[in-house]
């Protein structure tokens, strides 16, 4: 199953995440394993730090490049237009590929640039916007972005926003950032989709699973698929990689549908911030 980004491409409705996996040959065996599963959406990001590994795995699976999918992302430390695509061409050489799928601007107002932070995702999304039209990046957009980040980007771009990565699962749901995304023909990806793990212990959540004959985990991933919001689970144990990709045999009913976005109601956002990281 895939989605259609504003400018065409498809792109697989499920992904696996890499975050966190910086043991070098933990990340090979991990992505090799999940290309052998059947992922063809493999997320990244240079501040991961595990680019060259991905990039090593993807090349041991011996599968055609232009049935994978890669994303990697612009870290914080960058601020101008060639530093961008300076960062861009160290990531395309890790990854040890000819052109990236997805590129993405990882955080909208870090800390050492939130004074104008505006100035600088203009700057470096212009640079995005060139290796797009060299045809080094078949997409583009943005992460971490909530609504007034997207709108004051979007003013100042030639190229409209492809996909927007946000943090999502049943604990959290961002309504005005989601309705907004979806207003504008921006795809969603929803990183840290089991709520890093808290969320698969909550006793609707374990219900849910068992009307289904399901794990938690299956049942969060198929809430964001079943909210057209592609999920990127992450785990580093064969059996969880296999697991979280069977999820297309089953659909949540409305009623479940609704249970667990009211979780959102009485819980709420687990990661960071974006206009007040720390880093």
């Known amino acids: 199953m895939d989605l259609q980004l504003n400018n065409g491409v498809n792109i697989p409705c499920i992904g696996f995440g890499t975050w966190k996996i910086d043991d070098y040959d933990t990340a090979v065996e991990s992505v090799k394993a999940a290309i052998s599963y059947g992922y063809r959406h493999i997320d990244t990001a240079s501040s991961y730090g595990n680019e060259c590994a991905i990039g090593e795995a993807i090349k041991q699976s011996h599968i055609s490049r232009d049935e994978l999918f890669v994303t990697t992302k612009l870290?914080?430390?960058?601020?101008?237009?060639?530093?961008?695509?300076?960062?861009?061409?160290?990531?395309?050489?890790?990854?040890?590929?000819?052109?990236i799928d997805l590129y993405l601007i990882h955080w909208p107002a870090p800390k050492d640039y939130r004074d104008n932070y505006q100035k600088r995702n203009i700057e470096v999304y212009?640079?995005?916007?060139?290796?797009?039209?060299?045809?080094?990046?078949?997409?583009?957009?943005v992460s971490n972005f909530v609504k007034h980040h997207l709108e004051e980007l979007s003013q100042e771009i030639e190229i409209p926003i492809m996909v927007n990565q946000i943090e999502f699962h049943p604990y959290y749901y961002d309504e005005e950032t989601i309705s907004y995304c979806r207003q504008n023909n921006i795809v969603l990806e929803a990183y840290s989709p089991l709520g890093r793990s808290q969320v698969l212990n909550d006793p609707i959540i374990q219900k849910i699973a068992e009307k289904y004959r399901k794990t938690p985990a299956q049942i969060c991933?198929?809430?964001?698929?079943?909210?057209?919001?592609?999920?990127?689970?992450?785990?580093?144990?064969?059996?969880r990689i296999k697991s979280n990709l069977e999820v297309f045999d089953f659909q949540l009913a409305k009623e479940d549908t609704e249970r667990i976005r009211n979780l959102s109601h009485t819980h709420g956002k687990i990661g960071s911030y974006p206009d007040t990281a720390n880093f």
């Open 221 to 239: 991933i198929r809430y964001a698929i079943d909210n057209e919001i592609i999920p990127i689970p992450k785990s580093v144990t064969n059996e």
């Open 75 to 99: 870290w914080n430390t960058v601020s101008h237009y060639q530093e961008a695509i300076d960062a861009f061409y160290e990531s395309l050489n890790k990854l040890q590929l000819e052109y």
């Open 126 to 141: 212009q640079a995005m916007e060139y290796l797009y039209k060299e045809g080094k990046i078949k997409a583009i957009g």
